[in-house]
């Protein structure tokens, strides 16, 4: 996504400088709840997605090893330890997050399990052929988004700086490009379609130490890459639903936790291009994407204000002095264990910066949380590891303040910082906090966040080069002939919005169509449908309300496979018993999926009554009614009829029928 560089003025206003709260009216934040159309036009809000989808494959991508067996225990093989450094480009230039990567002097540790592992994966084998299992299923997902599929795969590799692919390179190939998704009421641009490896499982991050699992490495992957064509937050989970709708339409792709993952690329006008990376929920996106639009406004606002502050930016100098522990009377935990353990505790001075570390920037967040995250990530001190003159909450009292400001000759709009650290960190973190300070006037940072459920972000790393891609010498080009892709093409799903309007057509209600969609069930309705003849409303509540309550709350004994769902309504069509037995069936039937039918009706105690039965019942509960519920007014009869019979109704006739016979009868 390039940079928004619509300068246009708008009117959302803030002015975060007559007090320094952390308040998000004195900002202008808007709650997303309350944000409009308008208010995104105003901001400028561009937003396009990266959309990452695990295949279901029996092998990896580039080895044999088996792929989907996930050691979840604390068991492990062999440890591999490496250490990342930064070498020069073809163009004799490093690229940004090696050199960032390479201050944080971490240590990198790969936990194997000899099952899922093997030699090819920490570059001692060459790749084997690609896996043409993934390679088909790719192709046809590429086909399903209307991209045009390239003549010949090309491998490249594409650089992995934070560790969590052990050669520092992904294998990855294009194989479709310009593409486009037809939404309800818009079109959505693609840009591109690849398949490439997974990276590791991240496991623990502290200090200087990076562990990683191994057992999700290499397994097949496509990447499906949108133009920023969403212009508010609600659109890009719109438009992200609908690609992992698409890919699960294929019935070729792997579900649950960790399969699907997104990075969302989000920037404002006069801001950048800011990647939010791994979000596991399509739910948190709308927040999420909101708070880091106006995350980059209130850094522009930061930015405007700075630089009226300071004549000449580049003529701006931070300062900072050691303290000594016994000096002060430091009271937080986290300086007496810092005292304990020998480390330093540094003083630095910003100039002019009273009133910007405590900005507002994202709920609960200031801009000084951006020197802590750095702070974390780049020079590896765990939090807290700062504090500074402008907190809500102190920890350092008035008087120790006081002293610090004296020892930095701190003026009077001047911001202070206090970080604790070893002393063999202390230069990468004051490298860190300059650096962020002088990015304050200039820039919205090139950046990737990590999410959080709240919808809030944290600086995760600086976003790598255009040059990170280059071709993979130990793969040849992989030629595709147009009767193999025609042939990929033939038998494939029905698009998402073919679905859609068929689901409307039904008279399916629509807040049921997310998990029929996600549950990949428009297959099975279609089939109960067409040969059974059930009402698709009612089927489409089954699946959407009662299904979906189902899989929430019990745990079945074995994979449940939703062909069942049809084998349970013939069943029920064959024995003449009526479907609003279903959503008494069906706890039992998920939960116990090879449970004969027959069996679960013996669960329930279901007796076949006949019609004529169950209706001679009425005059004596229409008698009963009058003699002992009259108080509850003649209103409530049908009701309570209708509840005293539902026992014995429920799979013998139309709950509609009995309720039409009831109200005749009264």
Same mark, same amino acid.
């Given at each position: ?277 791994? +979000? ?5 996106? #709308?927040? $999420?994407? @909101?708070? %880091? !639009? &106006? ?81 974390? +990530? ?5 939090? #807290?590891? $700062?504090? @500074?003159? %402008? !907190? &809500? ?274």
């Amino acid at each position: 996504m390039q940079k928004n560089s619509n300068n246009k003025k708008s009117n959302i206003q803030f002015d975060p400088f007559k007090n320094y709260q952390l308040s998000k009216e004195n900002v202008g934040y808007v709650n997303r709840k309350d944000a409009t159309q308008e208010t995104y036009n105003e901001i400028g809000f561009m937003s396009g997605l990266e959309v990452h989808q695990q295949l279901l494959t029996t092998k990896k991508l580039f080895c044999n090893c088996p792929a989907g067996l996930y050691n979840d225990s604390e068991d492990y093989d062999a440890e591999v330890i490496r250490h990342m450094r930064p070498t020069l480009s073809e163009l004799g230039e490093y690229d940004g997050t090696a050199l960032m990567e390479f201050k944080t002097k971490k240590e990198i540790v790969y936990r194997l399990k000899h099952q899922t592992t093997c030699t090819y994966e920490v570059d001692d084998t060459p790749p084997f052929p690609i896996n043409r299992e993934a390679l088909d299923i790719a192709l046809k997902i590429s086909r399903l988004s209307k991209l045009n599929i390239v003549g010949e795969v090309h491998i490249t590799r594409k650089q992995y700086l934070d560790g969590s692919i052990p050669t520092g390179f992904q294998r990855t190939c294009i194989l479709g490009v310009e593409g486009e998704l037809q939404l309800k009421d818009k079109k959505i641009r693609l840009i591109q379609l690849s398949m490439e490896e997974d990276s590791c499982r991240e496991i623990s991050d502290v200090g200087h130490v990076r562990t990683f699992k191994t057992d999700r490495l290499g397994m097949p992957l496509i990447e499906t890459v949108t133009y920023p064509d969403m212009l508010n937050p609600d659109e890009v989970k719109e438009v992200c639903d609908y690609i992992r709708f698409l890919n699960r339409s294929t019935g070729n792709v792997r579900t649950g936790m960790g399969a699907g993952r997104q990075d969302v690329n989000v920037s404002c006008t006069g801001g950048t291009r800011v990647e939010i990376k791994g +979000v596991a929920h399509t739910k948190w996106i #709308p927040e $999420l994407t @909101h708070n %880091e !639009c &106006f995350r980059q406004w209130a850094l522009l606002k930061i930015k405007e204000e700075l630089n009226s502050r300071v004549g000449e930016p580049t003529d701006w100098e931070m300062s900072h002095k050691m303290l000594r522990f016994h000096s002060y009377n430091f009271k937080f935990d986290s300086i007496i264990s810092a005292k304990k353990q020998l480390h330093k505790i540094v003083a630095v001075n910003l100039p002019n910066f009273k009133g910007i570390l405590s900005h507002f920037m994202q709920p609960g967040k200031m801009f000084a949380d951006d020197f802590s995250d750095r702070l974390k +990530v780049i020079a590896c001190l765990e939090k #807290p590891n $700062l504090q @500074h003159s %402008e !907190c &809500f909450n102190p920890q350092i009292s008035d008087n120790d303040w006081k002293e610090i400001r004296l020892k930095l000759n701190a003026g009077e709009n001047d911001a202070q910082l206090v970080f604790w650290s070893p002393e063999a960190d202390i230069q990468t973190a004051l490298e860190t906090i300059e650096e962020r300070c002088q990015l304050a006037f200039t820039e919205v940072p090139n950046e990737t966040r990590k999410s959080f459920e709240d919808g809030t972000t944290i600086f995760e790393r600086v976003l790598p080069g255009a040059d990170r891609m280059y071709p993979d010498t130990d793969s040849a080009p992989i030629p595709l002939e147009n009767n193999y892709v025609e042939e990929l093409g033939k038998n494939l799903p029905s698009d998402i919005i073919d679905r859609y309007h068929q689901l409307k057509k039904w008279n399916v209600p629509e807040d049921n169509y997310t998990f029929i969609f996600k549950k990949n069930l428009f297959p099975v309705m279609e089939k109960i449908i067409g040969e059974l003849k059930i009402n698709p409303r009612f089927l489409g509540s089954f699946l959407g309300q009662t299904l979906k309550y189902v899989e929430g709350h019990i745990k079945p004994a074995q994979k449940f496979n939703y062909e069942i769902i049809f084998k349970l309504f013939e069943f029920l069509k064959k024995n003449e018993i009526t479907f609003e037995l279903t959503k008494k069936m069906i706890p039992i039937v998920y939960e116990h999926p090879k449970m004969d039918f027959d069996s679960v009706l013996e669960q329930l105690k279901f007796k076949k009554i006949s019609t004529e039965k169950i209706l001679s019942h009425i005059p004596f509960l229409k008698q009963k009614f009058e003699e002992t519920c009259r108080a509850q007014g003649k209103d409530n009869e049908v009701n309570w009829i209708m509840g005293e019979l539902n026992h014995v109704a429920v799979g013998n006739i139309e709950l509609s029928k009995l309720s039409k016979e009831v109200k005749q009868a009264i």
